[in-house]
């Protein structure tokens, strides 16, 4: 039986999979910014309507912790990722508003084999997360670790 | 009376300061892997002794967040910091481990004006989280705004 699992040939350059939604509440960004990131503008309306957020938004962090989440729900838990060396870009461009429904939209920009372990292979992904009216809020790049079905040299 | 607050001005280049250290106990680890990255290597000894990791180790994104409360505590929050646009980069070089201490590591690699905003300057980091042993668990660049203490022009 093979397995079902997502393996690092299953992810193909250039597609294009949407995710989610998931609702974000105003109770979850000011817990969250209480605990890791308590600036004003991600604890108080009053405060961060004074700010560039123009209104109570939460923390990138907190953007970046919701989008593994739903990459973790999407396809991480039913993969062979070994997860990832680092983050190449991340760009906050809107604030994330309390009751939000993100969508994460996951784009495969390339893929590549490992040049040390021949059960490995990469794939660099482009992510945005999206608000109700399609506005992207987030966009990462970041290249993750999978285990491959056939290891190089196997073929 | 000059305003205490730290201003773009205050952040020189070159300058190096270190900020903690944080405890950060199994219990946080499993919490933060629990709600936002509840992959096996984040949660259970046994499944992460297989993995890279070699071992229970924390969400990179537990360390991002975790290096923003110490940030904030550490300068930004007597600060004019304005937020950030983003990240330039991130990079996960070591495995967080239960019951390590971190301290952070900031180095300020440039300040330029804002070219939009007389009232705005920008200062770019570069921070690295240590462990006990000195050794850098992860690194980040990213760049913040700061208020200016003297707009542009008005010298």
């Keep these: ?3 079902s699992k997502l393996h690092w040939e299953d992810f193909i350059t250039g597609a294009v999979t949407v995710y989610g939604p998931r609702l974000v509440t105003r109770e979850e960004i000011v817990a969250f910014a209480a605990e890791f990131d308590p600036q004003p503008m991600h604890l108080d309306e009053a405060a961060a309507s004074a700010t560039l ?6 923390s990138g962090w907190h953007m970046c912790s919701l989008m593994m989440r739903m990459i973790a729900d999407g396809f991480v838990l039913n993969s062979t990722s070994m997860g990832a060396p680092g983050v190449d870009e991340v760009n906050w461009l809107k604030p994330l508003r309390p009751g939000v429904r993100l969508r994460l939209r996951a784009t495969v920009l390339e893929t590549r084999a490992s040049g040390s372990k021949p059960n490995v292979g990469l794939t660099k992904f482009k992510f945005e997360l999206l608000d109700d009216a399609d506005a992207v809020v987030m966009t990462q790049v970041n290249t993750m670790m999978f285990g491959r079905r056939a290891p190089a040299g196997a073929a």
Aim: glycine content about 44%.
């Design 53 to 58: 957020l123009g209104g109570l938004g939460g």
């Design 1 to 3: 039986m093979p397995d």
